[in-house]
């Protein structure tokens, strides 16, 4: 009687793959090879202050001491913080309504 075979092919070989690529490290410290991520603020437009704030906080550090800049129009609206604690600048994407909340709100300025 021959040996069960699995449904994905035959078993591993003993001793490993015999393909010279497996196991190679790839490059360390390329971070040119990283793709960027979008960040999305997550607050409504008529949440509480706090819940604004801590959307935008330091993602790094997690510092609420963020400088932050809106820009774009009404269909494409980012905001870039800069924390003044750990220097660490990003992108965050807004809706509409967030974007609203803070052009407008005087407590945010």
């Known amino acids: 009687m021959g040996s069960p075979t699995s449904p994905y092919g035959a078993s591993p070989r003993l001793g490993g793959s015999e393909h010279p690529w497996v196991g190679i490290r790839g490059r360390?410290?390329?971070p040119g090879g990283m793709r960027e991520f979008t960040?999305?603020?997550n607050f409504r437009g008529n949440d509480a202050l706090?819940?604004?704030e801590a959307s935008l906080?330091?993602?790094?550090c997690l510092?609420?001491?963020?400088?932050?800049?809106l820009r774009g129009d009404a269909?494409?609206?980012e905001v870039e913080c800069r924390?003044?604690?750990?220097?660490?600048v990003r992108t965050v994407s807004l809706t509409g309504e967030q974007a609203l909340r803070l052009s407008v709100d005087p407590a945010l300025t």
């Open 28 to 30: 360390v410290g390329n």
């Open 39 to 41: 960040e999305t603020a």
């Open 50 to 52: 706090c819940l604004v």
């Open 57 to 60: 906080a330091c993602s790094i």
């Open 63 to 69: 510092s609420g001491d963020v400088e932050w800049s």
């Open 75 to 77: 269909w494409d609206a």
């Open 83 to 88: 924390c003044r604690r750990c220097g660490d």
